[in-house]
């Protein structure tokens, strides 16, 4: 089937393209001796992690629990982090399953996550690996410093149930080695083992060598790209693997034209960028301002364009962020040279808890 022939919108991602970012990033992450445990919360997608996994990846990422569920369901049981703070008691049951099923690296920035990981673990008769996540950045979550850092490694450490496994952080621009070099200082003077050492992030992919303190990178946006990546020249438009193909709807004014590809196809996420507001880059049309979404309506500012176009055309769409957007849609459509070569489930979506 040829991609003319299939109904809009849809989401759609080159393979092609695809493969290149696989084969670009695994060689970069090669070269440089660092493990590259790829983020799936930007595909969701079982097919996908499978082809990263044979690319060379030595584990995935994977931000939820019932990401990682899909993901162990699938198969890929041999090396799963989950970047992320688990609480409560119905999580921890689902992850004691889990943790029977794959091997699995859970997150923890607090005494209170550390103490109820290691009730669940030791009342499943299990041992689960832990790494400290540290602020590196991000203003989220992390411990601020080094010491934090150690005396919750001490506790990881003395409690029944939990293996200390290292740290992460996100993201890890280079500019945020020193709290990694501390904190690897404090542990190695109170001989505390750091076996993982995990940065993360597209935007400073390629910098992971200058912090050699990490073993391992967590990304996911770099195998499709995006409309902010291809803002700050990280990915070509032919780099941009993720599409959403739409009709042109409505040609209401000589200025405008409306796409049946609302927040609900595209997601409600929008880039504030040099021109204004963007929901997605429109390929045929480079000119036009993709500027604002109702639920099912995509609203472009043509004015701009030297040709415009009529209704009923087709259109490629880059969204602005690839996650969200992979999030609203049922199936994924691989496509070959304008070819559909397969239709792969996006069992993961919605897999918020
Ligand atoms: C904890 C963590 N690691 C890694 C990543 C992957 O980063 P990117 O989406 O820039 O590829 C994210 C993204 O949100 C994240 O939250």
């Not at 029944?160 to 740290?167: N, V």
């Amino acid at each position: 089937m040829h991609i003319d022939e299939l109904d809009t919108p849809v989401l759609t991602v080159d393979l092609d393209a695809l493969e290149a970012n696989l084969d670009r990033y695994q060689r970069y992450y090669d070269e440089h001796k660092i493990g590259l445990r790829p983020h799936i919360k930007t595909h969701k997608t079982l097919a996908i992690a499978h082809m990263q996994m044979k690319a060379g990846a030595i584990g995935l990422t994977c931000q939820k629990i019932g990401e990682a569920e899909v993901m162990a369901g699938g198969g890929i049981t041999s090396d799963l982090l989950i970047p992320y703070n688990i609480l409560g008691q119905q999580k921890l049951d689902r992850l004691m399953a889990l943790a029977r099923q794959a091997h699995v690296t859970v997150a923890a920035d607090s005494d209170v996550v550390v103490r109820g990981l290691s009730a669940a673990a030791h009342a499943a008769g299990l041992t689960l690996g832990v790494v400290i996540e540290v602020e590196t950045g991000s203003n989220r979550t992390g411990v601020p410093t080094a010491e934090e850092a150690l005396q919750l490694a001490q506790l990881i450490d003395k409690l029944p149930g939990l293996e200390m496994r290292g740290l992460m952080g996100y993201p890890t621009p280079p500019e945020a080695r020193p709290i990694f070099q501390q904190t690897i200082d404090l542990l190695d003077r109170a001989g505390l083992p750091h076996p993982i050492v995990s940065g993360g992030g597209t935007r400073c992919a390629f910098q992971a060598h200058e912090i050699p303190e990490l073993t391992e990178y967590r990304i996911g946006e770099h195998i499709v790209g995006g409309v902010g990546h291809l803002l700050a020249g990280r990915h070509t438009v032919e780099q941009c693997a993720l599409r959403v193909i739409a009709t042109v709807v409505s040609r209401p004014v000589d200025g405008r034209a409306v796409l049946d590809c609302g927040s609900k196809t595209m997601s409600a996420t929008i880039l504030q960028t040099e021109n204004g507001p963007s929901i997605g880059h429109i390929v045929e049309y480079p000119d036009a301002r993709f500027y604002s979404f109702s639920e099912e309506h995509g609203h472009v500012d043509v004015s701009a364009c030297a040709r415009k176009p009529v209704i009923g055309e087709r259109v490629q769409v880059i969204p602005v962020h690839p996650c969200p957007c992979v999030n609203e849609h049922d199936e994924l459509i691989a496509v070959r040279k304008g070819q559909v070569e397969a239709i792969w489930p996006i069992y993961a979506r919605g897999k918020i808890r």
